[in-house]
Every structure is written in C-alpha cells, then in structure tokens.
C-alpha cells in the first residue's frame, strides 16, 4: 500500500499555464523568472486527507520530479535534502514527487529513500498526469514556487555543478518572502 498517493488538480484556469510552453531556465541561464505566474493549483492525498498548496503559501517551496532509476535524480536527491535541512526552518520546502509505476517500482524508490534517510517530504503516484498538465519531458525536473504562489523558476536537469547558484536563489526567495511578511 502506498502511504502517499499523489493527485493532481488543474482547474479550468490553469489550462493555459506556461508549464507547457516550456519557458525554463537551461543550465546557462539558471535564473528566477523577472515575470512570476500563479503555480498550478496542485492537491494530493496523504493518509486518506487532501492537502491544499495554501498550507504552503507563505513558504518557498521546490518540487523535484525524480525516479529511482534516474541516475541524474538519485546522484542530486542527497544535495537537495542537505539544502532542506538547512533552509528549512527559514520557510523552505522540499517536496519530492516519485515519478515511477507499478508497485514493484514504486517499492524501488521507497527502498531507496529509506537508505538515504531523506527527511522532505515525497509523494509517490500518478506520473501520467503530470505528463499531460505539466508537460515534464525529462528528469530531473525542477519548480520553484515564490511564497506568493508563483512559479519563480523552472530546469531540467541535476542540480549537482549549479548547486551553489540555486541556494543563493531560494535564499534570495526566502528573503523577499521575510520582506513582505513585515
């Protein structure tokens, strides 16, 4: 039984989303978009309860697509978890989204969670539907969410030489979000 089974909503408004027309940030130009959009509306079941993005709002939060055999995802999984423990009591949150089917796969990546004592929160499931409202070509995939609700940033590929880079931009994030709240 899987103990966290991902659900993707988009409402009719989020249709037109720019997640589709693939304006994101290429390992040359790793930077946060000067015009921010609304993140897709996202919910997910964890223990029989629908969690809503507005438990986030306030927050940066960074959504990693992996799969356990990705060799690019498994390799970067451990950097950002270290980036989480750090940032995390700042407003900063690491949600890993599993992108593997079937069980047996499914069971894979648990395994291997465990082995690497991740501590941000992952939720496995549904990979056809992201594929289809999110249009994720390749992984690793990166989204980055303002604590406005907008997407800041958007990549492909591991974060493994460009590590530095992207932590100076979620504290940039973390700092605009303390700005705003006094």
Not at 28 to 35: G, I
Not at 87 to 98: A, E, M, S
Not at 133 to 152: C, E, F, T
Not at 156 to 162: A, L, M, Q, T, V
């Amino acid at each position: 039984m899987i103990g966290l089974a991902f659900l993707l909503y988009f409402n009719s408004e989020d249709q037109a989303n720019p997640y589709n027309s693939k304006a994101y940030s290429t390992s040359q130009d790793l930077s946060l978009f000067k015009s921010r959009t609304a993140a897709p509306a996202v919910y997910w079941q964890q223990n029989h309860r629908t969690v809503s993005p507005k438990k986030y709002l306030h927050h940066v939060l960074y959504f990693n697509f992996w799969a356990h055999w990705c060799p690019p995802c498994v390799k970067e999984m451990p950097l950002l978890n270290s980036i989480y423990k750090d940032l995390g009591p700042k407003g900063f949150d690491l949600i890993f989204v599993d992108m593997d089917e079937g069980d047996d796969n499914v069971s894979e990546a648990k395994k291997f969670l465990g082995k690497l004592n991740i501590s941000a929160e992952t939720l496995f499931g549904q990979k056809d539907q992201f594929l289809k409202k999110i249009n994720i070509q390749m992984l690793p995939y990166h989204m980055i969410i303002d604590s406005k609700g907008r997407v800041a940033a958007e990549f492909y590929g591991d974060i493994i030489h460009r590590h530095k880079k992207i932590k100076a931009m979620l504290t940039k994030l973390l700092a605009e979000a303390q700005a705003s709240s006094d």
